[in-house]
């Protein structure tokens, strides 16, 4: 077994769906969380100045959905076949697509808050439905077993109710993907034990 360390700052963000898939996997790793004072250090010696990062032994991955993808293949949550693992990774970057259109470095919180509630309110309807639409009455995205796309829409979903707590009201299906994610046992005992973090 390899030794894994996840480096990223002191949020849940781009770096909480490799932690699921970790923690559901029962893998030991390292969850190098650093402090943004840290960060004006650490940034210049980066290849592409950004985290997260997987260390790999004494290999490195960088991009969360790069190390997502890799860590699924690796514990049989990517799909059971090519055309799943296909399918699985067009949840994923459907997802992150949207999730992309918010300003989340913007440093105005007037033009923040109105961008975000514009994209609410405009875009994620659209994402919402077609995730529900896919879903259907089934009790994960893709074929008959959970995956790392399951994670990753559990994941983004903390982060869309804490924007607007009514978000997935009119998307009950969806809420409880969300939920069947967070009572697997030990993706519960994860959450549980984590950080809390508003991000």
Not at 56 to 83: C, H, P, W
Not at 186 to 193: D, F, G, P, S
Request: aromatic share 10%; charged share 25%; with cysteine.
């Amino acid at each position: 077994m390899p030794n894994y360390k996840l480096t990223y700052f002191k949020l849940r963000g781009r770096a909480e769906t490799a932690r699921y898939i970790f923690a559901y996997s029962g893998i030991e790793y390292e969850d190098n969380t650093i402090e943004r004072s840290v960060w004006a250090h650490l940034k210049p010696t980066l290849t592409f100045k950004q985290l997260p990062i997987l260390k790999v032994d004494e290999m490195e991955l960088n991009q969360s959905t790069a190390i997502g993808r890799y860590l699924a293949r690796e514990t049989g949550l990517a799909g059971k076949d090519k055309f799943e693992q296909a399918q699985v990774d067009a949840i994923v970057d459907t997802i992150n697509d949207f999730m992309n259109l918010f300003p989340w470095t913007e440093r105005d919180e007037t033009v923040k808050q109105k961008v975000t509630a514009d994209i609410l309110a405009n875009n994620f309807p659209v994402l919402l439905d077609g995730l529900c639409k896919l879903l259907s009455d089934r009790t994960w995205f893709i074929g008959d077993s959970v995956t790392w796309a399951d994670f990753h829409w559990a994941v983004c979903s903390i982060t869309l109710t804490n924007l607007n707590v009514d978000i997935l009201h009119n998307h009950p299906k969806l809420l409880a993907l969300k939920e069947r994610v967070e009572a697997l046992p030990k993706i519960a005992a994860w959450i549980e034990q984590r950080p809390k973090t508003p991000l």
